[in-house]
């Protein structure tokens, strides 16, 4: 059974943090680069960041001054660090994880809503 399981989300104001996390079943987590992305009511999901198992980060451009992704690799748990909120960041936020041999899952999402 492979679970990827975000919490976290929340309602916060603009100016705001918030961290994210998802913990992984580990036989997946140790062989995947993770990722966080985000999907806006009335748009398509969109990359905010990713992480290879050696730590090595990307981010989108308008993401990279204000968000940190982590992970932990005796914990099977990938962390989003979200400071400086803004109400464009209102989004349904997923994590991911692209496993060595090519396959990609997906966990259920956790809501983020900053008001102005």
């Known amino acids: 059974q492979v679970q990827l399981v975000e919490s976290g989300g929340g309602l916060v104001q603009a100016g705001g943090s918030l961290r994210l996390s998802c913990a992984t079943s580990?036989?997946?987590?140790?062989?995947?680069?993770m990722g966080w992305y985000r999907q806006a009511l009335g748009k398509q999901r969109e990359l905010v960041a990713t992480i290879t198992r050696a730590g090595n980060t990307n981010y989108a451009d308008s993401m990279k001054e204000r968000f940190t992704i982590s992970r932990d690799n005796t914990k099977n748990t990938v962390y989003l660090q979200m400071n400086s909120l803004k109400p464009e960041d209102t989004a349904v936020y997923y994590c991911?994880?692209?496993?060595?041999?090519?396959?990609?899952?997906w966990g259920q999402g956790t809501q983020v809503t900053v008001s102005s």
């Open positions: 991911n994880a692209a496993y060595v041999f090519g396959t990609v899952y």
């Open positions: 580990g036989n997946i987590f140790s062989r995947s680069t």
